[in-house]
């Protein structure tokens, strides 16, 4: 098998030599990798992550590097970036952090007197032996994959997002979907029954129930279910029945009624 010959690493690991490109972990960002996984499977989301990150005074990747290394922001560093959940949520999904490495090269073949290239894919250390010492299991690492699989992303749009799977029509019984209109320069989000339109059928008695997002918020605070991440909402909520006029009704995965 070929061996590895990029000249980049990433945040958490650094090159023994020029010459042999073996990675080694760097204990400091390695740190740092290593807590950003744990905070996850504590319930901790990327963006508080790198809320956290930042209030502490952590350097990005990129300025790590820039930086000789330093792992914190120092006052002689004019310049600082922020982390953000786009970076919290790429040292996530790498699983270069379990030790192993994915990577590869294009190779030249000719077909019908034609030159092509096609992409050749290469793992290495997904066997016993590993292409270099792992920074998380891979048991913590599936775990966060499966919690991010969960969120689809995290923060309060994702939230948001969870309402069309626990929204029923209090009415006929069918999904709502998430809508939007706009009016006197303003946007406005909804949640329709759609089953009518969906399915092509009338159903006698049913309005079409709706209710505003902005409502449903409001609806949720009052119940105390506004600090939930999608996740925990999931969850604990069988589902919200929206009634006609936009009142809501919910009903817990413990058998309780809100």
């Not at 990747?61 to 790429?90: F, G, H, K, Q």
């Not at 949640?191 to 079409?208: A, F, L, Q, V």
Request: hydrophobic share 30%.
């Amino acid at each position: 098998m070929m061996e590895y010959r990029g000249y980049r690493t990433i945040y958490g690991y650094k090159t023994s030599t020029i010459l042999d490109r073996h990675f080694v972990i760097d204990d400091p960002a390695a740190m740092v990798v290593r807590q950003m996984f744990l905070w996850t499977l504590d319930g901790k989301n990327i963006d508080e992550i790198a809320e956290y990150l930042n209030q502490q005074s952590y350097l990005t990747p990129a300025e790590y590097t820039r930086c000789n290394n330093t792992i914190m922001w120092d006052e002689e560093y004019s310049e600082r970036s922020l982390w953000d959940s786009r970076m919290v949520r790429r040292i996530l999904r790498n699983k270069m952090y379990t030790g192993i490495l994915e990577w590869g090269y294009r190779e030249s073949y000719y077909e019908e007197g034609r030159r092509k290239q096609r992409k050749i894919s290469i793992i290495q250390g997904d066997s016993d032996e590993k292409s270099h010492d792992p920074i998380v299991t891979m048991d913590e690492f599936m775990q966060v994959q499966m919690i991010l699989d969960a969120y689809s992303g995290v923060g309060k749009e994702q939230r948001k997002k969870a309402y069309t799977s626990l929204l029923t029509c209090g009415i006929c019984g069918g999904k709502m979907k998430r809508r939007c209109a706009s009016g006197d320069k303003k946007k406005y989000v909804y949640y329709r029954c759609t089953d009518r339109m969906e399915n092509g059928k009338k159903i006698k008695g049913c309005p079409s129930v709706c209710v505003k997002e902005e409502f449903l918020e409001s609806q949720l605070k009052e119940l105390g279910l506004d600090g939930m991440e999608r996740l925990e909402l999931v969850e604990k909520v069988e589902r919200i029945i929206v009634n006609q006029g936009g009142g809501i009704e919910v009903y817990m995965k413990n058998g309780m009624w809100l």
